[in-house]
């Protein structure tokens, strides 16, 4: 009697033992490399975009896999927190070969090592030339190429035909000061109880949508020594603007309009105008296609032309195991072939000259005000420490918007916080 | 071998499954967890692990969101609490009488309950919409409306109001069960003393369920310390309005999983777990001093 439970009782031990460790132990992974003529798979990972890129990117794909029998591409998309899931997953040696890069994180991952640099790989065939500079050196560390931009956006100015009519408006705004008269006029408040029901300009409050103005007043995002330097008095001159527009209840946040982001605003007709990218047109066409617009470049900021870019990068996994058929990947990819079909919509701008000038969008009427921003926009990008200044700006700049505090206490505040930050996590 | 030592050896190999999971899923990981907070760990590109003592701990005390964060959670747990334990007791009381329909009402209360958070935030973001029900609604009324989500002196309370919603009835139901094992005779003995409906519910509910308001309240505490699912939707992940929805936990994980800090990201965990230890010990302080005896 005693001996059976005893017996149970080490049969019911080992056994739950047993399976806790197999699970453990199941790592046999079969070996990555390309031996010749076998089927190489290649992992690439980015994150969700619309129905309409997603069958671009599968087109591209597969065009890429029909050339190239032997290489395999296995898409995985990463729905949310992007960045966070792969910063994880790179740390536990499981990220995929190729994936995404957004310019504002690159200089933060590439300096810790993870990345593979790409100069041994470029033939002369891929002609690296052919991209624009800008949007090449935002993933150029230390003379090392980590990346080629698959594509880029940079912001214009959406605006209401219909609404410019009715406030008796032609043309777009030329100037920042230009554009608060037009704000004024494009307000209205039918009910008349205080809360526009057409605000003149939908805005978002984050540097990432703030910073291209500082440049032309002279102010910096961060310093030399990539800490935040945006505090200063040239900075407040230049984002005092928008403070004011916001107080007068001529400009607003999305969220002021209980809208998720400024092309919603704008489609819903709660914004008569809104500074937005590339990425808003193919949204207003599949969700307001009656909405009767026009794109024009931004306004000149202190008398300059101004305005952001935001590209994104193929790059590769130092930890790959199938680096060349990685690269062939991303040649492809960011390829004049590849670029072309995956550019064609106009979903996203070709970061390839050639390939730009054969699309022909700088004639487009809708796209050309985002062509014509490239050559002097500004990518969003300053150094490694970027995520949190940009963190601290945004929680900072929006109490500002709201009234709780002057721009310049938000700015200082905020710059002495990050900086607080960079140096305790230093 | 004795006989006691024999039982003693094939009671720890039934417990054996159990230590083991509790061990590598538990005990190892707060080790561990404490371990890391006295260093300064690198992740990316190769790990590594650097003793720094308790620098990790003095960094808090320098840190504006961490101490943001701690002093919103406080606010929560301050609010939180109390409302929804006199909520959870006072409709628990109502369904322990004799009105029509209790059952149903039952059910009905407790719903909140078995929705997932997740999605009961998402539903209440809608609702808090500034063109949503509640802005509706109490224009309608014509009471002033509020920015639910965006307004940084507000979106807290947002959070605050749609969890005391969703976790009152929870603790309803167990203060209905011990309303059940009250006996009846005390209250007849009551009402012959002449006690109305609220002297009873006073002098005789509330006293007798003493020990399991001291759960209700541990449970609370604890709970509402560990707030992250909703100020995280809420926000996006950002603690946003300008930091007012910033709880420790969400900070705990911009830390860890953000900036993959995670020695820092440690530390704030175990002073988090301390200020628990501490805030509980106190209660149990307050409520444990008189026990039941039946």
């Given at each position: 009697m005693k001996f059976n439970k005893m017996l149970a009782a080490v049969g019911?031990?080992?056994?739950?033992?047993?399976?806790?460790l197999a699970g453990c132990s199941s790592d046999s992974s079969g070996d990555g490399g390309s031996s010749d003529g076998e089927q190489v798979t290649v992992e690439l990972a980015g994150w969700g975009s619309t129905p309409e890129e997603k069958e671009l990117l599968n087109q591209t794909l597969q065009e890429f896999e029909e050339s190239h029998p032997n290489i395999k591409v296995e898409h995985e998309v990463i729905a949310d927190q992007y960045m966070d899931?792969?910063?994880?997953?790179?740390?536990?040696?499981?990220?995929?070969?190729?994936?995404?890069?957004?310019?504002?994180?690159?200089?933060?991952?590439?300096?810790?090592?993870?990345?593979?640099?790409l100069d041994e790989y470029v033939t002369d065939e891929f002609d690296v030339d052919d991209f624009q500079d800008p949007l090449l050196n935002a993933f150029k560390f230390d003379d090392k190429q980590y990346g080629f931009p698959k594509d880029f956006s940079t912001l214009a100015l959406f605006y209401d035909k219909q609404a410019f009519e009715e406030a008796g408006l032609e043309g777009p705004p030329k100037t920042w000061d230009e554009l608060r008269e037009y704000a004024d006029k494009l307000t209205v408040d039918e009910d008349g109880d205080g809360q526009p029901d057409q605000y003149g300009l939908g805005f978002s409050s984050e540097l990432a949508r703030q910073f291209y103005k500082l440049h032309p007043y002279g102010a910096?995002?961060?310093?030399?020594?990539?800490?935040?330097?945006?505090?200063?008095?040239?900075?407040?001159?230049?984002?005092?603007?928008?403070?004011?527009?916001?107080?007068?209840?001529?400009?607003?946040?999305?969220?002021?309009?209980?809208?998720?982001?400024?092309?919603?605003?704008?489609?819903?007709?709660?914004?008569?105008?809104?500074?937005?990218?590339?990425?808003?047109?193919?949204?207003?066409?599949?969700?307001?296609?009656?909405?009767?617009?026009?794109?024009?470049?931004?306004p000149t900021v202190n008398g300059e032309k101004a305005t952001a870019a935001f590209t994104v990068a193929y790059v590769m996994n130092k930890q790959s195991e199938v680096k060349d058929a990685a690269w062939e990947l991303i040649s492809y990819l960011t390829?004049?072939?590849?670029?072309?079909?995956?550019?064609?919509?106009?979903?996203?701008?070709?970061?390839?000259?050639?390939?730009?000038?054969?699309?022909?969008?700088?004639?487009?009427?809708?796209?050309?005000?985002?062509?014509?921003?490239?050559?002097?926009?500004?990518?969003?990008?300053?150094?490694?420490?970027?995520?949190?200044i940009n963190n601290n700006f945004n929680n900072q700049f929006t109490s500002a918007l709201l009234g709780d505090q002057s721009l310049e206490e938000a700015l200082k505040k905020a710059q002495e916080t990050a900086n607080k930050e960079i140096k305790a996590s230093n | 071998?004795?006989?006691?030592?024999?039982?003693?050896?094939?009671?720890?190999?039934?417990?054996?499954?159990?230590?083991?999971?509790?061990?590598?899923?538990?005990?190892?990981?707060?080790?561990?967890?404490?371990?890391?907070?006295?260093?300064?760990?690198?992740?990316?590109?190769?790990?590594?692990?650097?003793?720094?003592?308790?620098?990790n701990y003095t960094r808090t005390l320098d840190d504006t969101r961490a101490m943001i964060a701690l002093k919103n959670t406080a606010e929560y747990v301050l609010i939180v609490v109390p409302v929804q334990t006199c909520l959870a007791l006072l409709l628990a009381a109502a369904l322990n009488s004799n009105i029509r329909g209790k059952n149903a009402f039952r059910i009905i209360f407790f719903l909140p309950t078995v929705t997932s958070s997740a999605v009961l935030t998402i539903i209440f973001m809608w609702m808090y919409n500034p063109d949503g029900l509640i802005n509706t609604f109490l224009?309608?009324?014509?009471?002033?409306?509020?920015?639910?989500?965006?307004?940084?002196?507000?979106?807290?309370?947002?959070?605050m109001i749609m969890n005391i919603w969703a976790t009152a009835p929870f603790f309803m139901v167990i203060y209905l069960a011990a309303m059940q094992d009250i006996s009846d005779s005390v209250y007849e003995a009551a009402t012959i003393d002449g006690a109305n409906w609220w002297q009873k519910f006073i002098f005789i509910t509330v006293p007798i369920l003493k020990p399991v308001t001291f759960f209700v309240v541990v449970m609370g505490v604890i709970g509402t310390f560990q707030l992250f699912d909703q100020s995280y939707i809420f926000s996006g992940g950002s603690g946003g309005p300008?930091?007012?929805?910033?709880?420790?936990?969400?900070?705990?994980?911009?830390?860890?999983?953000?900036?993959?800090?995670?020695?820092?990201?440690s530390a704030l965990a175990v002073v988090l777990a301390f200020i628990i230890m501490i805030v509980t010990i106190i209660q149990k302080k307050f409520f444990g001093e008189e026990k039941l005896h039946d």
């Open positions: 019911v031990t080992s056994m739950l033992m047993g399976t806790a899931v792969m910063k994880t997953r790179l740390v536990g040696g499981e990220a995929a070969d190729v994936f995404y890069l957004d310019a504002f994180e690159a200089p933060g991952l590439a300096k810790t090592g993870v990345l593979e640099p910096k995002v961060t310093n030399e020594n990539n800490e935040a330097a945006f505090a200063s008095d040239k900075a407040i001159e230049a984002l005092q603007p928008i403070v004011d527009m916001k107080k007068d209840k001529i400009a607003a946040l999305p969220s002021d309009a209980g809208t998720d982001w400024g092309g919603d605003m704008f489609g819903q007709g709660k914004a008569a105008m809104v500074i937005e990218g590339n990425w808003t047109v193919p949204f207003l066409e599949s969700n307001f296609s009656d909405k009767d617009y026009a794109t024009a470049e931004l390829g004049k072939e590849g670029m072309k079909t995956w550019t064609s919509k106009g979903l996203a701008l070709p970061t390839r000259e050639s390939v730009a000038a054969e699309l022909g969008f700088d004639e487009d009427p809708i796209r050309k005000a985002f062509v014509a921003g490239a050559s002097y926009a500004q990518p969003w990008q300053a150094g490694p420490n970027l995520p949190t | 071998m004795s006989k006691g030592m024999k039982e003693g050896i094939s009671g720890y190999l039934f417990m054996t499954p159990t230590i083991f999971t509790i061990g590598v899923f538990v005990v190892i990981p707060i080790l561990y967890a404490f371990y890391l907070s006295l260093n300064d760990v690198q992740l990316l590109g190769g790990i590594g692990y650097e003793f720094i003592g308790l620098e224009s309608f009324l014509s009471l002033p409306t509020y920015n639910w989500l965006a307004d940084p002196d507000i979106a807290l309370k947002s959070i300008n930091n007012s929805t910033l709880t420790v936990v969400l900070l705990i994980y911009q830390y860890a999983f953000k900036s993959l800090d995670m020695g820092y990201a």
